[in-house]
């Protein structure tokens, strides 16, 4: 009872992060500020939902599973904002203001 009380707890702020990190994408403008709003959703968004299923699942292979999987998500989000970033500087984009 209570694992799935925290599972769920944990579920809706993944779940908030990844709804606020679309409403900046949807809402800032230029690529480099819609850059920032998609980190929160890579580096915490994903792995608090890896996290909750994990939690949720309990103990066990598939618990480690969902745990590598977060850690990918936060590992991978991060360097593929970067390339993203540095792609933008490279082809000369202008941010707009």
Do not use: Q
Request: hydrophobic share 60%; glycine share 10%.
């Amino acid at each position: 009872m209570d694992r799935h009380v925290v599972a769920l707890v944990l579920l809706c702020a993944g779940t908030a992060a990844l709804l606020l990190a679309a409403a900046g994408l949807v809402v800032l403008p230029g690529p480099y500020l819609r850059l920032h709003a998609l980190s929160p959703a890579a580096t915490l968004g994903a792995p608090l939902v890896a996290l909750a299923l994990a939690v949720d699942t309990g103990p066990g292979r598939a618990a480690a599973k969902l745990l590598v999987i977060g850690l990918l998500l936060a590992a991978g989000g991060t360097v593929t904002t970067m390339a993203v970033a540095r792609a933008t500087v490279r082809a000369g984009r202008e941010t707009r203001r």
